[in-house]
């Protein structure tokens, strides 16, 4: 058994925006707990967690490394995740495997693009959340007035721990023994202590009642309640760090080991098992069940590491793993302990406790069982990857050794995808944006050798119809022998939307005009259109699809037949339904400072946007909202960097399909140079 059990543990993320210094506070966390016997440093390259090459080059962390700490008896899971908004897919999938977010606030910088979205996502994920405002030591940050913007954007749940003293050399305790002990830069110590108290005792009624009538609670009373408090979002802790002199550091520890919920306390996930949810109980004699948050392929050895987070029972290294409705598990061989890319074994997986295993094929999201066992723990949502790239390989013949290395990235990142186009037989993928496609593409040159050529895909318009019409289509062919004999009558009308599936079929025929047994022909024939499409050479969606009427003969009439017939069929219907172009449109935010709004504004306009509201921020930003079609998004990259001097940032995700205007539309279509229909 491990030394420590499950109400030891405290799980927690380090979140936040690229540049808040969250490398450097894990680097802090492992030299004060004795880990490392240097400060490791992003800057020089000597940093214990970014150990790739990649990431030692750009100088920023580019996957989310897994770090422990022991600080007053408690066992301290950290994950540290990048701040870039392109590789916001780990830092999202690392909210799987925690109870607090502790979200990194550049204190010069100010609230970012990251820096709110990770805050809310934490937060619709239900998890405590920690604000840690670092680098406090910088001449141009006004911390009281970044304190006052995060409480006026993220509520007045937001309350100092503690307070910036020297110009930010040291800090001063606003909870504990020790509170007041100093002068702080700004604010009140004990208006700070005051507003803790207020916090935790509004989510008891008798100690509220307590306090209103007695005006004072005593310490230990708060503090029996104060990771309540944290975990259901009443209180969240404000603390001030210099990460890089360690100032500030040893008090975050105190708050991690202390205040913030265990692994018993914090969020409970629950197994969906047929449509139920079931709670998951973290204790050691439930039933093993974890779930897969990061997978890691080591650079040298190339192997598979798979990180888990245990929610339920325990299990040995001679246990054996499975995913529902499997039969056959695989056996751990030996659970893991990494520390940034180093890793020792652990004799025992608990429940609470974040372990990995090698040479596993699982990926992230999946739900593991310890022997038979079904049902699965719901994953976090992540963004739909919109910013694409067409590859083709440099050299002839690697068109394989391409896709496996593409499909390693794809298991390591839930928002980066590959898939070769069958209408354009291009291979595209799929990301955040550019600087993400850009290092799976310089990842993949030095790790693998691979070089490849790029260009803008094809944008992946659909096409539907707008009014109901009937089709018809006779296939009737004698070569000398045995014919060929299939007529079809159809009707076909349109779906809502964005329907799912895009096809809703109904085999309507009565009185035996066309045997059942051609009833798969046909829906083969319509299903082959659907995907090739009637107008442009788009996949075609939100149709309905009522088989009506048809003809057979009993010697000639075969699936070939009626598989033309239907497919024929339906086009006629199609092209006599008012078919339409429809175009992805996405929701794009951008993040500028206040005086580029309205020439952001002014090109989202001429890229047919519609506005969606904004936001003014403190710290002179501010952040747009608008729809744009994702065809006018292709260099919005570089004119982004050009309005805003490069200080501006955006991102998209997939908001719907709507009809392309018509000028538009007629120019796609005429590219379209459909293939001939086989009559064969």
Known sequence: MPAYSTADIRNVAMLGHGGAGKTTLCEALLHLTGVTNRLGSVAD???????????????????????????????????????????????????????????????????????????????????????VINRIDSETANLEELLEGLKASFGDQLVPFNLPGGKGKSVVPCWGANAGNGSPDFGSVAACTTAIVERVVEIDEALMNKYLEQGEVSPDEVVARMSEAIAGGSLVPVLFTNARAEVGVKELLDVLATHVPSAVQGRRRVLVVNGEERALEPKADGPFVAQVFKVLYDPKSSIKYVFMRVHSGHMKADGNLTQPGEKKGHRPGHFLSFQGASHSEVDEAIAGDIVAVGK???????????????????????PTPMFSLAVEPKARGDEAKISDALRRFTDCDRCFTARQDAQTHELVINGVGDMHLRIVLSRMHRQSKLDVNTKPPKIPYRETITAEADGHYRHKKQTGGAGQFGEV????????????????????????????????????????????????????????????????????????????????????????????????????????????????????????????????????????????????????????????????????????????????????????????DEEA
């Open 45 to 131: 390259k000597s940093s214990h967690l970014d150990t790739d090459d990649e990431e030692r080059e750009r100088g920023f962390s580019i996957d989310s490394h897994v770090l422990h700490v022991v600080h007053g008896g408690k066992r301290i899971n950290i994950i540290d995740t990048p701040g870039a908004t392109d590789l916001i897919g780990q830092a999202i999938a690392s909210l799987a495997a925690v109870e607090t977010a502790v979200i990194v606030v550049n204190a010069s910088a100010g609230i970012q693009v990251n820096t709110r979205k990770m805050f809310e996502y934490a937060k619709a994920n239900s998890l405590a959340r920690v604000v």
């Open 489 to 676: 009558f159809l009707k076909v009308s349109p779906l809502e939307r964005g329907s799912d599936p895009p096809l809703d079929w109904s085999w309507d025929i009565f009185g035996g005009s066309i045997p059942g047994q051609f009833e798969s022909a046909i829906k083969k024939g319509v299903t082959e259109l659907l995907e090739e499409g009637a107008i442009a050479g788009f996949p075609l969606q939100d149709i309905r699809v009522s088989i009506t009427d048809g003809k057979h003969h009993p010697v000639d009439s075969k699936e070939v037949a009626f598989k033309i017939a239907g497919k024929l069929a339906f086009k006629d219907a199609v092209l006599k339904a008012r078919p339409v172009l429809l175009e992805p449109i996405v929701n794009v935010e951008v993040s500028v400072p206040a005086d580029n709004v309205g020439d952001i504004t002014g090109d989202l306009a001429s890229r047919r946007g519609r506005p969606q509201g904004q936001d003014m921020l403190p710290g002179g930003m501010a952040v747009i909202r608008a729809q744009v079609p994702l065809a006018k998004m292709s260099d919005y990259h570089s004119r982004l960097s050009s309005i805003s001097g490069g200080k501006g940032s955006f991102s998209m995700e997939l908001s719907h399909h709507e009809p392309v205007p018509a000028n538009e539309a007629q120019a796609i279509i005429a590219q379209y140079r459909p293939k001939k």
């Open 360 to 382: 596993f094929d699982a990926h992230i999201g999946d739900t593991l069982h310890g022997g038979l066992g079904d049902g699965r723990i719901p994953m976090v949502k992540f």
